[in-house]
């Protein structure tokens, strides 16, 4: 069982920074797909960020150069800096996990196990 606890969320004005945390109860350098999804106000889920167990990312085209994901395996942390923000980010972000398999990329992987609760994201134009 993995437990994930986000942080970092807020309010910020259009082209701001925010730094979002994931701690997680457990080691996720090599065994887990690590991602970060969001969902905006009355719209469905959008997978934001990946990172696999060699540390490869991949992003969705709307925060590609803008967004970027890492993890601090020592600290069990997933980060997901998020820079020229707009308001089009708005939205609840959801820390997520899968356990890695090496028939399929971390990139490719849809469904996740493990969620954290959510931190809320505001940029406000």
């Known amino acids: 069982q993995v437990q994930l606890v986000e942080s970092g969320g807020g309010s910020v004005q259009s082209g701001g920074s925010l730094r979002l945390s994931c701690a997680a109860s457990?080691?996720?350098?090599?065994?887990?797909?690590m991602a970060w999804f969001r969902q905006p106000p009355g719209k469905g889920r959008e997978r934001v960020a990946v990172i696999g167990r060699n540390g490869g990312t991949t992003y969705a085209d709307s925060v590609k150069g803008r967004f970027t994901i890492s993890q601090d395996n020592a600290m069990n942390t997933l980060y997901l800096q998020m820079n020229s923000l707009k308001p089009e980010d708005t939205a609840m972000y959801y820390c997520a996990a899968v356990t890695a398999v090496s028939w399929t990329p971390c990139s490719l992987r849809s469904q996740y196990t493990y969620w954290g609760q959510g931190t809320q994201v505001t940029v406000s134009s």
């Open positions: 457990v080691n996720i350098g090599s065994r887990y797909c």
